[in-house]
């Protein structure tokens, strides 16, 4: 690099700041957001110099952090932190702060802790610079190495993996006006605080301070790394003026094309997507089951409930031969599942579907949106399980959708039919008898009509498969589908709830 040997002449900060302050909780978080959100937002100044900015993708990447640089590293504790540099899109600092005891320290940016591959970039590029962002490690597949499990950055996403996943779907902290005319507004995570962990430590709290046009808000993240990757969230929102539809525990995934959405173009791989369903579980026991989809235009649907007891974006195809794909891996990309912690009231699963051209977009969205939002300047408390998942994800005790398929619905000669076979499996399907009768109770709304359902167990999986053929009154309209296995009237399924978009 050009700059190297003169890198100790840019005016740089010290690592640390030294200024100690009294005992730093989540009450010090939450006052920091009540007084911003009493004053008039103010938009964080982008740092960059042209140089960062114009990075391409590619060249973004060539900036790596060194790893012998992590944080507490050489006091060789259980948790080290690394940290992301900016540029390119990360045109705004984030602030990292460590808490050791009564203490609070700033970690400041130190362009001698990365490397900076074959992009030139001169001294003036790197000063005043602040961190993109940062991602946590911690030892979750073996002993000797440190994995990383938790990365925060960009606006306010974060993402977590567990043992034996690899990075997919993202976190939010908070959704505002998702796919609403007026526009997203997208709150930003500006500063954090991360407790120094002891030596023996096997969870890390990370405290957040979120910031945006109409809302301002303190977060607190414990981290519980393990084979199912735990987040509690604990927020306080205050909001400077009203929102339309706030969103609550937002989850962002990708669908591009799977067994029930074949590909557009040719394609090698049969399935693409980090996730390929929404499920509910409602507070009075019901599961629901959505398959995603790519639509061609935006395509919103949502579910009223009151007292969620969870929902998540969901990877069940755990099948590399689903996905072909020895790059992208998409069968270890993990399951998201939200736990509402206390009561949460009325309101609705929100799932947005975005048409998207490629796999590079994430272009599904689900969140609870309450029906009764926070008031401007009065408090609002909301807690949360976030559980990053693969090998024992959650699902129904009874028995679940494994895929869903599409093809024409004619028999003898062709017609305008749809026809569509779905396949369950779960305990309740192993129990059944030889004899035992599986109905498929299935209903269409007042755009579809149900032509004929049929049940027949699956011999090569130990399930059952549920056949549906239906005729659409409207091609410009969408038809929504409900439908579950039962017996002797107990059902023996979680409902399959599936739309068909307008064509």
Not at 12 to 40: E, N
Not at 291 to 307: G, H, Q
Not at 330 to 336: Q, T
Not at 466 to 477: F, G, S
Request: aromatic share 12%; proline share 7%.
């Amino acid at each position: 690099m050009t700059w190297i040997n003169t890198a100790c002449a840019v005016a740089l900060a010290s690592l640390c700041s030294t200024a100690p302050v009294l005992a730093f909780t989540f009450d010090d978080v939450a006052s920091k957001a009540r007084r911003l959100a009493a004053a008039a937002y103010v938009k964080p100044e982008k740092n960059v110099s042209k140089a960062l900015a114009n990075l391409d993708y590619d060249q973004y990447r060539d900036i790596r952090f060194d790893p012998s640089r992590s944080w507490w590293r050489n006091a060789k504790l259980p948790f080290e932190l690394a940290f992301f540099h900016q540029g390119r899109n990360f045109d705004t600092p984030v602030r990292v702060h460590e808490i050791v005891g009564k203490n609070v320290q700033e970690i400041r940016f130190d362009p001698k802790s990365f490397h900076y591959g074959a992009n030139e970039l001169q001294p003036r590029d790197l000063a005043g610079l602040g961190f993109a962002g940062f991602r946590v490690h911690y030892p979750v597949n073996t002993t000797k190495y440190k994995d990383e499990v938790l990365v925060f950055l960009g606006a306010s996403y974060f993402r977590a993996v567990g043992k034996g996943q690899l990075y997919g779907l993202s976190a939010r902290g908070l959704a505002i006006d998702t796919a609403l005319n007026s526009g997203e507004e997208f709150p930003q995570f500006t500063e954090f605080w991360v407790e120094r962990p002891s030596p023996a430590a096997k969870e890390l709290t990370i405290y957040a301070l979120l910031n945006s046009p109409r809302v301002a808000g303190a977060y607190r993240f414990t981290l519980k790394p393990g084979v199912d990757t735990a987040v509690d969230v604990k927020a306080q929102l205050y909001l400077r003026e009203n929102v339309s539809k706030l969103g609550i525990a937002p989850l962002t995934s990708m669908y591009f094309f799977g067994e029930n959405q074949r590909a557009q173009v040719e394609d090698y791989r049969p399935e693409v997507h980090d996730s390929d369903g929404l499920a509910i579980q409602s507070g009075t026991g019901e599961w629901i089951w959505r398959p995603l989809l790519n639509p061609r235009r935006l395509l919103m649907t949502s579910y009223a409930l009151s007292n969620p007891a969870g929902f998540g974006l969901m990877q069940r195809d755990r099948q590399f031969n689903s996905y072909e794909d020895l790059e992208a891996r998409y069968e270890m990309r993990p399951s998201a599942w939200v736990e509402p912690k206390g009561q949460w009231g009325a309101g609705r699963v929100e799932l947005i579907q975005i048409p998207t051209p490629d796999e590079t977009n994430d272009n599904v969205v689900a969140f609870w949106v309450p029906d009764n939002p926070p008031r401007p300047g009065v408090p609002f408390d909301i807690e949360y399980r976030l559980l990053w998942q693969k090998d024992a994800e959650k699902r129904p005790p009874s028995s679940w959708t494994v895929q869903t398929r599409r093809g024409h619905g004619w028999v003898k000669k062709p017609d305008d039919s749809i026809a569509l076979s779905v396949d369950f499996e779960g305990p309740a399907l192993k129990k059944l008898a030889a004899g035992d009768k599986v109905d498929a109770v299935v209903s269409a709304d007042a755009n579809g009509k149900i032509m004929e359902t049929n049940t027949i167990r699956n011999d090569a999986t130990g399930g059952w498969r549920m056949t549906v053929r239906l005729r659409r009154t409207d091609e410009k309209k969408p038809v929504e589908l409900r439908g579950y296995l039962n017996s002797n009237n107990n059902a023996l399924s979680e409902t399959w709830s599936y739309i068909l978009p307008p064509e």
